[in-house]
T-cell receptor, first 114, second 112 residues
Framework: AQSVTQLDSHVSVSEGTPVLLRCNYS??????LFWYVQHPNKGLQLLLK??????LVKGINGFEAEFKKSETSFHLTKPSAHMSDAAEYFC????????????FGQGTRLTINP | DTAVSQTPKYLVTQMGNDKSIKCEQN?????MYWYKQDSKKFLKIMFS???????INETVPNRFSPKSPDKAHLNLHINSLELGDSAVYFC???????????FGEGSRLTVL
C-alpha cells in the first residue's frame, strides 16, 4: 500500500534560517509525490510536485524538494524562512492511474520565530 | 474570483439534525472531491465525482450523500448528524493530472 510518513509533527526555526521538513514514502511503484501547505483557517495549496521527471523539484515561495529513491524520501527545504511560511505542511502521495486519490501524511506544523 | 467556494464556512448543529454543504468551482475542471480533516489535521478523501459521475466512494457512512447537479457543483448532505462528524470538510477540484487539486477554504462542522 502507498503511504507517506512525515517524521516531525512540529518544526520551529528562526526567521532567516533554513527549513527542512522530512517526508518518507512507501510505494510499490514509482510514485507521484506532492507537498501542500495549509495556512490557518485556509484551504490547502499545492507547493510543488514530483512526477518522475527531474528529481529536484522547485515550487512556489522559494521551496524545493528532492526525490531520493534510494532513501524513499521527499524532504521539503527552503534556504531562508520567512514569517509568512508559518503553516501546516502536508506530504502527499498519489495512488495509481485512474481516479486521483491522494493519501496525505499527518502534517508538520512549521513555526517561525522572529 | 474564488476558484473553489464552499458554503457555509461554519456550521453548528445538534446531534440528529440533517445539514448540507455546498461547493462550486469555476475552474472548468471535470473532477471534484470531498475531503474530511479531523481534529488532528488528518485529511482523508470521502468522495470524488468526474463529470457528475461518482468515481471514488470511500468507506463513509451512508448518512453522507454527495450530489453533483452539474460538473461545477458538488454538494454534501449529511443525515442524522453524530458527534464524530465534527470536522472540517474540504471541497476540491482538479484537472486530469495526478495530485494537482485546488481546495476550498473548508466548512467547519460542529455537532453538539
Amino acid at each position: 500500500a502507498q503511504s507517506v510518513t512525515q517524521l516531525d509533527s512540529h518544526v520551529s526555526v528562526s526567521e532567516g534560517t533554513p527549513v527542512l521538513l522530512r517526508c518518507n514514502y512507501s510505494s510499490s511503484y514509482s510514485p507521484s509525490l506532492f507537498w501542500y501547505v495549509q495556512h490557518p483557517n485556509k484551504g490547502l495549496q499545492l507547493l510543488l510536485k514530483y512526477t518522475s521527471a527531474a528529481t529536484l523539484v522547485k515550487g512556489i515561495n522559494g521551496f524545493e524538494a528532492e526525490f531520493k529513491k534510494s532513501e524513499t524520501s521527499f524532504h521539503l527545504t527552503k534556504p531562508s524562512a520567512h514569517m509568512s511560511d508559518a503553516a501546516e505542511y502536508f506530504c502527499v502521495v498519489s495512488l495509481p492511474q485512474g481516479a486521483q486519490k491522494l493519501v496525505f501524511g499527518q502534517g508538520t506544523r512549521l513555526t517561525i520565530n522572529p | 474570483d474564488t476558484a473553489v467556494s464552499q458554503t457555509p464556512k461554519y456550521l453548528v448543529t445538534q446531534m440528529g439534525n440533517d445539514k448540507s454543504i455546498k461547493c462550486e468551482q469555476n475552474l472548468g475542471h471535470d473532477t471534484m472531491y470531498w475531503y474530511k480533516q479531523d481534529s488532528k489535521k488528518f485529511l482523508k478523501i470521502m468522495f470524488s465525482y468526474n463529470n457528475k459521475e461518482l468515481i471514488i466512494n470511500e468507506t463513509v457512512p451512508n448518512r453522507f450523500s454527495p450530489k453533483s447537479p452539474d460538473k461545477a457543483h458538488l454538494n454534501l448532505h449529511i443525515n442524522s448528524l453524530e458527534l464524530g462528524d465534527s470536522a472540517v470538510y474540504f471541497c476540491a477540484s482538479g484537472p486530469p493530472l495526478p495530485g494537482e487539486l485546488f481546495f476550498g477554504e473548508g466548512s467547519r462542522l460542529t455537532v453538539l
